[in-house]
């Protein structure tokens, strides 16, 4: 799998996994209010402000990211960021980079809210756990050709994960089929 890969859902949403060490970050890219905005999507960066802003910074940095903005006409200047890349204050969020207008992470959990309907949020969630799946998939391919099989302890654990994986995922479309008619509709 690529350090780096991308998913345009719509015109105004982006999904984004990149590989920092041995494991992978999702972010999602989104425009809303004329701005694009990167935003983290897993809860150890939303937790953890000193080592997301550590990603954010390697992922501004990465030539494919680069790339990826330029091919969706993107300028790098003036994408913001939802954490604050000055090592100085990691615990503030910024709302945006250049002006450096500081924020409360509930605001930028909010903001994201106002600018999604909950199926946009249920679809999102969707495809964050179809990705873990196929990482899961990928581990259990290499088990297998590795000459692992359902007899080991481990290949059992994993196929138990990517089954719950995939259960989690069908009840989550369940919901969503479940508010067809809604569509478009803000509850928030």
Not at 162 to 183: A, P, W
Request: proline share 2%; net charge negative; aromatic share 12%.
């Amino acid at each position: 799998m690529l350090d780096f890969s991308f998913e345009i859902i719509d015109e105004t949403k982006i999904n984004i996994q990149y590989k920092y060490g041995s494991e992978f970050f999702n972010f999602n890219l989104y425009y809303a209010n004329g701005e694009w905005t990167l935003h983290p999507f897993d809860g150890i960066l939303i937790q953890n402000r000193e080592m997301c802003s550590l990603i954010v910074s390697e992922l501004l940095r990465n030539k494919d990211f680069h790339v990826m903005l330029a091919k969706e006409k993107i300028i790098l200047s003036q994408l913001r960021t939802s954490v604050n890349l000055q090592s100085n204050e990691p615990d503030e969020w910024v709302a945006d980079r250049r002006n450096a207008d500081y924020s409360s992470p509930d605001d930028e959990l909010m903001d994201y809210i106002g600018n999604h309907s909950f199926e946009d949020i249920l679809q999102l969630e969707q495809e964050q756990i179809e990705a873990r799946v196929q990482f899961f998939q990928q581990i259990i391919q290499r088990m297998f050709m590795e000459g692992l099989g359902p007899e080991d302890a481990d290949f059992i654990k994993v196929q138990a994960v990517i089954r719950i994986y995939k259960e989690t995922y069908d009840r989550l479309g369940e919901l969503n089929d479940h508010n067809r008619g809604d569509r478009g509709r803000r509850r928030w």
